[in-house]
């Protein structure tokens, strides 16, 4: 599986940006798809995920309310929907998928259970 993550950008506090993620190859292996991100000096987290054919999503408790996390099944597209964007939003956004299938959504908040990493795409939230 391939990943293309696209849409970050420079934005001002208080502003949406709609991050892209599509996926190609062998798509139907995906079983979920999630975000994380990364700022600068800081570890990767976990941002959200969502899981494909069975549903359920899960969020960091930091972007609760704020972020949305959709799939486009026809597309094999995944997309994070971020408002009210926040000067410590700021980061590399990745987006990752897992063939690895769990009936608990909590596991997808571990990097080591995605198979398959995007490129990144940068999103800098001034205040």
């Known amino acids: 599986v391939q990943l293309q993550a696209s849409g970050g950008g420079l934005v001002q506090a208080g502003d949406s940006l709609r991050l892209s993620c599509v996926a190609s190859?062998?798509?139907?292996?995906?079983?979920?798809v999630g975000w994380f991100r990364q700022a600068p000096g800081k570890e990767r987290e976990f941002v959200a995920a969502?899981?494909?054919?069975?549903?359920?999503?899960r969020y960091t408790d930091s972007v609760k309310g704020r972020f949305t996390i959709s799939e486009d099944n026809t597309n094999n597209a995944f997309y994070l929907q971020m408002d009210s964007l926040r000067p410590e939003d700021t980061a590399v956004y990745y987006c990752?998928?897992?063939?690895?299938?769990?009936?608990?959504?909590?596991?997808?908040?571990?990097?080591?259970?995605?198979?398959?990493w995007g490129q990144g795409t940068l999103v800098t939230v001034s205040s």
């Open positions: 969502i899981r494909r054919r069975r549903g359920g999503t």
């Open positions: 190859g062998r798509t139907f292996t995906i079983d979920a």
């Open positions: 990752a998928a897992s063939r690895l299938a769990y009936n608990e959504m909590a596991y997808y908040t571990k990097a080591n259970i995605f198979n398959s």
